[in-house]
């Protein structure tokens, strides 16, 4: 069972494909594409950064990276140059701004919204069951009110 295991395991290896790691010679250099390419946004994953993804976009993206490093190009410059070319949405945290408020703020207006409903549900339901309980007393009543006058109508005759 074991070899089969392993037999398996050899045969599927080179499917596993391996995220490239780039060695730079100053140690400042990698540190800083390893920042890069931890918050610049995988386009074609969209839930991963392109130090995670497989993709060959983002394989290229880390590329290119590595050569705006490699050319004495500071961080704020690399991440201008993407957001000029792919927009806020490139990176994995965009900034505060009118275009991007939505995705700031909606998250905090579901939940709002959600909140506000799930209250009204309860405030709304809590009336219906006290007007519930007020009408099943006054049934309660008639129902006892009535039996009175059965039994009164019947003592009489």
Same mark, same amino acid.
């Given at each position: +069972? #074991? !070899?089969?295991?392993?037999?398996?395991?050899?045969?599927?290896?080179?499917?596993?494909?391996?995220?490239?790691?780039?060695?730079?010679?100053?140690?400042?250099?990698?540190?800083?594409?390893?920042?890069?390419?931890?918050?610049?946004?995988?386009?074609?994953?969209?839930?991963?950064?392109?130090?995670?993804?497989?993709?060959?976009?983002?394989?290229?993206? !880390?590329? *290119?990276?590595?050569? +705006?490093?490699?050319?004495?190009?500071?961080?704020? *410059? $690399?991440?201008?140059? +993407?957001?000029?070319?792919?927009?806020?949405? %490139?990176?994995?945290?965009?900034?505060?701004?009118?275009?991007? #408020?939505?995705?700031?703020?909606?998250? +905090?207006?579901?939940? %709002?919204?959600?909140?506000?409903?799930?209250?009204? %549900? $309860?405030? *709304?339901?809590?009336? !219906? #069951? #006290?007007?519930?309980?007020?009408?099943?007393?006054?049934?309660?009543?008639?129902?006892?009110?009535?039996?009175? !006058?059965?039994?009164?109508?019947?003592?009489?005759?």
């Amino acid at each position: +069972m #074991s !070899r089969y295991l392993l037999l398996l395991l050899l045969v599927l290896s080179p499917l596993a494909q391996a995220i490239d790691s780039r060695q730079f010679a100053n140690p400042e250099q990698q540190e800083a594409y390893e920042t890069l390419t931890s918050e610049l946004r995988c386009l074609v994953c969209q839930n991963q950064t392109i130090a995670d993804s497989n993709a060959e976009l983002a394989a290229d993206l !880390r590329r *290119q990276v590595q050569e +705006m490093l490699e050319q004495g190009k500071s961080r704020e *410059q $690399i991440v201008q140059f +993407m957001t000029d070319r792919y927009g806020d949405f %490139v990176l994995y945290k965009p900034p505060f701004k009118a275009k991007t #408020s939505l995705l700031w703020l909606g998250p +905090m207006a579901f939940l %709002v919204v959600g909140l506000v409903a799930v209250f009204l %549900v $309860i405030h *709304q339901r809590r009336s !219906r #069951s #006290s007007l519930g309980d007020n009408s099943a007393e006054a049934t309660q009543a008639e129902k006892l009110a009535k039996i009175r !006058r059965i039994l009164d109508e019947e003592d009489a005759s």
